[in-house]
């Protein structure tokens, strides 16, 4: 099996956290150079996007999302899924407050701010949004734990890159009070650094951001 990887994406990032953390024997690798272009990378993935796990027989499984509930039913030996389907109930809960309001409020920021005529009415508004989802994923959250207290599970293989992924933001856009009213949220980051498999994802996502804005420096 391999993983199609870019080191910074957070949904490949989300990929590799649960591959490690189930001690998976899958090669992970980066994708083509022409991906977005390549009819064979369409094939494996019809959605155009990073990851995708390929099987060995050659079948393409994209979505972060859809990789990880695949290695868990293929491989359910080392199990992120909690016992008892109240625990799994919030575990998706979790999950899905990261994905469906966190993530989608955090992905537009990073090109407001990356532009020289700033849009700060957008860039206002969008920052609310992404204050309201915060706010919802803290109440879900304890202060130096686990998504679900003590058991690492499929919340915390999303939470971690997530949670990367405002550290990048905080520092792109010198917003660095973000999480200042949101403790669970940001000692999740202690939490994640501590955790061998969640930290070597995060050391991962530090490299990429480091390669990206080395290639961003080269070409301007
Ligand atoms: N919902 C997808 C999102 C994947 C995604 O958007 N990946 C980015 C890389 S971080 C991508 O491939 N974007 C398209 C592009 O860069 O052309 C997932 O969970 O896997």
Request: hydrophobic share 45%; no cysteine; charged share 25%.
């Amino acid at each position: 099996m391999k993983l199609l990887s870019l080191p910074l994406s957070p949904y490949a990032a989300r990929a590799r956290a649960a591959i490690y953390a189930k001690n998976l024997a899958v090669e992970i690798v980066s994708p083509p150079s022409d991906w977005r272009t390549s009819p064979e990378y369409r094939k494996l993935n019809p959605l155009v996007r990073v990851p995708v796990l390929v099987l060995d027989g050659g079948t393409g499984i994209p979505e972060s999302g859809i990789i990880v509930e695949y290695l868990e039913d293929a491989y359910p030996e080392i199990s992120l899924r909690p016992r008892f389907p109240k625990d799994l109930a919030r575990v998706r809960l979790i999950t899905q407050v990261g994905e469906h309001y966190v993530s989608t409020a955090i992905m537009p920021l990073f090109g407001l701010f990356d532009t020289r005529n700033r849009d700060e009415a957008a860039i206002t508004a969008q920052l609310a949004k992404l204050d309201g989802a915060l706010k919802q994923l803290n109440d879900l959250l304890q202060p130096g734990a686990y998504a679900l207290g003590t058991q690492l599970t499929t919340a915390d293989v999303w939470l971690a890159p997530l949670r990367y992924t405002l550290e990048g933001l905080m520092s792109f856009s010198g917003r660095t009070e973000l999480l200042d009213r949101y403790d669970a949220v940001r000692s999740y980051a202690d939490v994640a650094r501590r955790d061998p498999h969640l930290g070597r994802v995060w050391r991962e996502m530090e490299d990429g951001l480091k390669a990206f804005m080395a290639s961003r420096a080269a070409a301007s």
